[in-house]
């Protein structure tokens, strides 16, 4: 290599132009400190409005608490939903700069709009909205125009999502030895500027539109949404850029036909007579060739070649109906044996998701004031966010430093492994919460019989379950995030970081289900149920106690599907631990 010679990055990445990226003016810190600012303004925007809504549907709707519960979880749930659409147009058709850039101006768009509604439609009589004072009833068309708006919110934020995500690790190329130990950092990081984001909404924000001044807290979200989204298309000549691979629906639908096909057709046991391409033709392609591995020994038959198929081969007309090859088949595999852990986490973000919704009407149930400080109950999640702040730094650089020094691995602790230790601190964090309802309830009863859903318990009893699930999140969702986009195929990198985000959304919808299910057995003849409008009257503790025994079980199938994990393996190297698949959680015990 010539003096002064540039140098292109190694993983098929191109620049702005479509030509090999220039590794000293693309990417790396400063495209990805420019993609976290925007994670933070973004998270800013959505939290403005999602950490609150409860109340809102509450004071301003005039819903019932379950009822705004269970809107929550499945406004929240439809947000993490439409990942998957952001994904699948991002890894099929636009990429994901593009797929990024539209989803954004929605996310702006829907914010507007739910800022006009508010304030022209909503907000009446003038200053009602707040603890005191319930807002009237609208019309059909009012009510209309606001659940438009916070569903465009819910699709822009959601289809943006899992492409920022995997477009800032896209910066980091992980041929190269710095560059792929920054990649690493970068899920940190990411997450970091989600939680410092979060943190204005739920401390400032919060305090604004628990006073009332809703109004003013949407048009703070609009406004950082569209700085992001400026700020973000500020850096489109720096970004690097991966080529979208085309429907991945068509390519895993190949397999399992060409499969179906030779269902009589004898296989080799070493696999031997499988059908590949040259890894010469993948490079061409900015591709990577996968290794086969054992295991759904059914979908191999996919690439078995036929004595027919064999001529075809020759002339380079092979149909992909009739016959795959190895790497197609690894993909399928791959996205198969992700579904078992994907599954097991979805019961933890049953646990994440009463933070935005029960954690709330638990502390508006408690004594807020402090002096004469009235403490927004949602501002509570502020401990949440330090607590995630302050665990990625210890993760980082303590635990994982000293783990990697006492295995004399430079991996320390495996993803899976540290979303097994997410499970165990969720499942803490849940009896914290029963413990403190029973002590809030026996202080009602004590201080305040006839008090309508309130307590003299201080609200800051809750911080101990807020930091578990910061702790928890740090764990869980930060080896997700690591763990998914480094096991999903290269075409498909937007879809394992939407898994992590689908895995909230279906949480949320489960959460909402017990709430119904709970609720239907519990209310009968005078009793309210679990989950009544006044606290007071019910037993939430009985809620956190069954999703502490609900996560315990899930904890141990969890156990079971990541000791039968099989790691993804590329040509000429391993991904994601070690290279006998799952032992890795061996030293996870409950």
Same mark, same amino acid.
């Given at each position: ?80 939903? !439409? ?257 078992? *852990? ?42 949440? *966010? ?52 029973? !002590? ?19 609200? !800051? ?13 740090? !764990? ?115």
């Amino acid at each position: 290599m010539g003096k002064g010679q540039e140098v292109c990055t190694l993983d098929g990445t191109v620049d702005y132009h479509g030509r090999p990226a220039i590794r000293e003016r693309s990417g790396t810190w400063f495209a990805g400190i420019l993609l976290l600012v925007n994670q933070g303004l973004a998270t800013l925007a959505f939290f403005g409005v999602g950490v609150n809504l409860v109340l809102f549907l509450t004071r301003v709707m005039g819903q019932d608490n379950a009822d705004a519960a269970n809107d929550v979880s499945k406004w929240t749930g439809t947000v993490y939903l !439409f990942s998957l659409v952001g994904a699948f147009l991002s890894d099929s058709y636009w990429g994901r700069y593009k797929t990024c850039a539209i989803f954004q101006a929605i996310f702006v768009i829907g914010l507007v709009s739910l800022s006009l509604s508010t304030y022209i439609f909503l907000l009446k009589p003038k200053g009602c909205g707040d603890e005191t004072t319930l807002c009237g009833s609208h019309s059909s068309f009012q009510s209309t125009f606001f659940y438009l708006s916070i569903y465009l919110v819910a699709l822009g934020n959601g289809g943006y999502q899992p492409n920022i995500a995997t477009f800032g690790a896209d910066q980091f190329d992980e041929e190269d030895p710095n560059e792929g130990s920054s990649k690493i950092s970068f899920f940190s990081y990411f997450y970091l500027a989600l939680n410092l984001g979060s943190l204005f909404s739920n401390s400032f924000l919060s305090y604004f539109e628990n006073e009332g001044m809703w109004a003013l807290g949407f048009w703070a979200s609009a406004g950082s949404a569209a700085l992001a989204l400026v700020l973000f298309l500020c850096g489109t000549t720096r970004y690097r850029y991966f080529e979208p691979k085309g429907n991945p629906i068509s390519r895993f639908s190949q397999v399992l036909v060409a499969a179906a096909r030779k269902l009589k057709v004898e296989m080799m046991p070493s696999g031997e007579d499988l059908f590949e391409l040259d890894a010469k033709k993948y490079e061409k392609n900015g591709d990577r060739k996968l290794l086969h591995t054992q295991g759904l020994k059914f979908l191999d038959r996919a690439a078995v070649i036929t004595s027919e198929e064999f001529n075809q081969i020759d002339k380079d007309t092979n149909d992909p109906w009739h016959l795959c090859t190895v790497t197609q088949v690894e993909e399928v595999k791959c996205i198969l044996r992700l579904l078992p *852990i994907w599954l097991c986490t979805i019961l933890y973000s049953v646990v994440f998701t009463q933070m935005a919704s029960l954690f709330v009407e638990q502390g508006a149930a408690m004594k807020t004031t402090v002096s004469s400080f009235n403490l927004p109950p949602a501002s509570m999640s502020c401990f949440d *966010i330090l607590s995630v702040v302050a665990f990625i730094f210890i993760y980082r650089r303590i635990i994982d430093p000293f783990v990697a020094l006492r295995k004399k691995n430079a991996k320390g602790i495996t993803e899976l492994q540290r979303m097994g230790i997410g499970l165990i601190i969720a499942i803490l964090a849940m009896v914290a919460a029963g413990v403190v309802e029973s !002590f809030r309830l026996n202080y009602a009863k004590e201080s305040c019989p006839n008090c309508e859903g309130s307590s003299s318990l201080s609200i !800051f009893w809750q911080i101990p379950q807020y930091v578990l699930i910061g702790a928890s999140e740090v !764990f869980m969702y930060v080896g997700q995030l690591e763990f998914f986009n480094s096991q999903a195929p290269d075409g498909l990198k937007t879809f394992g970081s939407a898994l992590c985000m689908t895995s909230i959304s279906l949480g949320n919808y489960v959460s909402s289900l017990l709430v119904m299910i709970v609720m239907s057995f519990s209310a009968r003849d005078d009793m309210p149920g679990w989950i009544p409008g006044n606290l007071n009257k019910g037993h939430l503790e009985r809620f956190y106690f069954l999703l502490a025994a609900l996560t315990t079980a899930d904890l141990m199938v969890y156990i079971v599907c990541a000791r039968w994990y099989k790691y993804i393996k590329f040509e000429g190297k391993s991904v994601g631990g070690d290279n006998n698949g799952g032992n890795e959680l061996s030293e996870l015990r409950v």
